[in-house]
């Protein structure tokens, strides 16, 4: 008689088709909700990381200030170093947690002024590279592409960012089904 118990290979198939299901499906809803409220879930994405790195900056604070005064063998100019720092990571804590919407904003203006920069560099790179390059069309086309990119976002970085944000959205739907369609098609052999 035959065993209905499912095999080891066909629970690994099984865990690994509702990995790629589950995987799938989140992404999609992301990405549709990126898609559909581009300002609000980037707002909120924003206003996440600005959280985050106001805690972190508020611990590194509490930390620095805890090592000024607890910590025995720090010498004068270690121990004022350290407080100074600690003040300092405390009180850009606080201006980060009381403005959280500019903190935000001005996050995202950075990023996008931070990778239009890294664009830039990369486009001159590649273009200085021309002459080692085996396609130098293929070089000139991704260097010139990726200085106009990185002008666009130096020049314009909320708009690059926002931009950034609604291909994420495009990205994440058009990954997620392809994930869930991996999922569906997944057979134990």
């Not at 611990?59 to 090592?67: I, N, R």
């Not at 590649?126 to 002008?151: C, F, H, M």
């Amino acid at each position: 008689m035959a065993s209905t118990e499912p095999t080891l290979h066909q629970r690994a198939v099984d865990g690994m088709r509702t990995a790629l299901g589950v995987g799938g499906l989140v992404a999609l809803v992301i990405g549709v909700l990126i898609l559909l409220f581009p300002v609000q879930s980037g707002g909120i994405a924003m206003g996440v990381v600005a959280a985050i790195v106001a805690l972190y900056t508020l611990v590194v604070g509490a930390v620095y200030l805890g090592s000024a005064l607890f910590t025995k063998s720090l010498s004068g100019w270690a121990r004022t170093g350290n407080l100074l720092l600690g003040a300092l990571y405390l009180v850009a804590g606080i201006v980060v947690m009381i403005n959280l919407g500019a903190a935000a904003a001005f996050l995202g203006i950075f990023l996008g002024v931070l990778v239009g920069v890294m664009w830039l560099i990369e486009g001159v790179i590649a273009l200085t590279a021309l002459k080692q390059s085996p396609n130098r069309v293929w070089t000139i086309v991704y260097g010139a592409v990726s200085i106009i990119a990185g002008l666009v976002l130096v020049i314009a970085p909320l708009m690059g960012a926002v931009t950034l944000w609604l291909l994420l959205g495009i990205s994440m739907v058009v990954m997620g089904a392809i994930q869930m369609g991996r999922a569906f098609s997944l057979r134990a052999h």
